[in-house]
């Protein structure tokens, strides 16, 4: 499953999973090394509680791509502003 760094609140870290969900918050200290808002980790789940296994680098790589692809059409397909320049 995968879990999402949404925001920071202070010390700590909201994660979404959205597989099931849930929220998962924990200290800014207990992320790994690298992390950043919109990071995508592996998570798995022990009882009732989320655990993040590592940062899935992939998965990052793909939707950082899908997100380039999305701003290249939108950017071919405008006409440029209707407002006219002073």
Do not use: C, W
């Amino acid at each position: 499953m995968q879990g999402v760094l949404d925001r920071f609140e202070g010390n700590l870290a909201v994660i979404l999973i959205e597989e099931d969900k849930a929220e998962l918050i924990i200290p800014k200290e207990k992320l790994p090394e690298g992390s950043h808002i919109d990071t995508i980790f592996e998570m798995e789940k022990q009882n009732s509680s989320y655990h993040i296994i590592a940062i899935n680098t992939e998965a990052e790589k793909r939707v950082k791509e899908k997100t380039t692809d999305l701003l290249a059409q939108l950017r071919a397909n405008s006409t440029g502003s209707k407002f006219k320049k002073n």
